[in-house]
């Protein structure tokens, strides 16, 4: 999310600007435009995005939230250092509630959505002869969608809310992930998850939860290691 995007939502538009500075900052924090431990000043923050003072201190909170800035009293917000164990550890939350989301799930998604979910991603499991620039958007809409219609089917609002205030931080690792598989022309590890999300669809559509599960831990369990590998030397490495 582009400090433009952020400009183009008006004033009233409140919660979605807020989320795009969470959303421009993360990106920034991972991809090491902003580094760990470097200060970020309300006041700066909001010239950058031409907003007020109150949905940068609102990002601020929500960064706080999910554990990637600390908020020191008179010294304000600093980008913590996230270790390797950190983002295993994010990984082992995102398992944990993306299986139990996928199970409740199951048999509660609409079979047209399923069906056309499992359509496109049999189209990109396919794309043998395409770049990774070509499928990449392609791959990150269908995500993000595939996820999205998860925990809104879940039939746990509670469940739902939590993924959804983890969502921004899941997706920006994802996000860095994407950008590498974009520079490494890496088309083999984009048609590898588009298979993992199909295995996915097809366990839901075939209402068998235990293999939804399966089928979810991998995928999560995969992701894990082209987000250590993706920008390895944004994050603090643990000394040996």
């Not at 550890?89 to 989301?101: D, G, P, S, Y």
């Not at 496109?120 to 770049?131: G, I, P, W």
């Amino acid at each position: 999310m582009s400090i433009s995007s952020v400009s183009r939502f008006s004033p009233s538009d409140h919660g979605r600007r807020r989320q795009a500075i969470v959303q421009s900052l993360l990106s920034e924090i991972f991809q090491g435009a902003i580094e760990a431990g470097q200060h970020l000043v309300t006041q700066e923050v909001a010239d950058r995005f031409g907003v007020s003072h109150t949905p940068v201190r609102e990002a601020m909170a929500a960064l706080a939230g999910i554990g990637i800035i600390d908020l020191v009293p008179n010294r304000g917000a600093i980008v913590r250092r996230v270790s390797h164990r950190e983002i295993r550890e994010i990984c082992q939350v995102r398992r944990a509630l993306e299986c139990e989301a996928v199970s409740s799930a199951c048999g509660r998604l609409d079979e047209a959505l399923l069906a056309e979910l499992a359509k496109d991603f049999r189209r990109l499991v396919a794309a043998q002869d395409s770049s990774a620039d070509q499928v990449l958007d392609q791959a990150k809409t269908l995500d993000s969608r595939l996820h999205d219609s998860i925990a809104a089917g879940c039939g746990n609002a509670f469940l739902a809310a939590e993924l959804g205030r983890l969502k921004l931080l899941f997706r920006a690792f994802r996000d860095v992930a994407y950008i590498q598989y974009r520079i490494d022309n890496d088309l083999p590890r984009i048609i590898e998850e588009a298979g993992q999300h199909l295995a996915i669809v097809e366990a839901l559509a075939a209402g068998n939860r235990r293999a939804a599960m399966r089928a979810m831990s991998r995928h999560i369990r995969s992701g894990l290691k082209y987000w250590l590998r993706a920008r390895p030397d944004t994050f603090h490495k643990p000394t040996v």
